[in-house]
């Protein structure tokens, strides 16, 4: 079990998919990415390619996004997201299951625009990094003042921006700030 840790659903207890199917983003790490994004998270649009739980989506809505769009390609995830979303009665955030390119393409019909992007894919996929960045920027998915946290087990290569690199353990965070390639 997952918790949020600040904000309107503080201490709520979410559920999370199987191990073999999330790797969910730890509480301490979760922490240091919201403290980050502090300023910003008030009435943000969230992304949340990745969602696997939906716990840093929740975490962001909990802080005062006023938006969160969940993707993932497993059934069990978005069923898990779906019963935490149910949880705290939230209305302001919508599923997409499929593959994170679909969902690029289909938010991109839809002329959606993200203030924070949350890219947390499964760590053997190494060029979904690269590719998510591409398809953000050429749908022009981002708003202005975009915000892009990924998450990776290694340090992440390339500058596409104001960026910043954290390290939790094996745990690796970049925040970059006007995201360009």
Known sequence: MLRIIAGKYRSLRIDSPDANITRPTQDRVREAIMSALYEQMENARVLDLFAGSGALGIEALSRGASFCFFCDHSKKAIQVIKKNLNKIKEEHAKLFFGDYEKALEQLYK??????IVFLDP?????DAYKKSRELLIKYNLLSDKAILIEESNEKLQGNYGQSKD??????????TREVVL
Not at 110 to 115: C, I, P, R, Y
Not at 122 to 126: A, E, F, S
Not at 166 to 175: E, M, S
Request: net charge positive; glycine share 4%; aromatic share 20%.
């Open 166 to 175: 954290y390290q939790y353990g094996i745990v690796h965070v970049r925040i």
């Open 110 to 115: 839809e002329k959606e625009k993200f203030d």
């Open 122 to 126: 499964p760590y053997r996929l190494r």
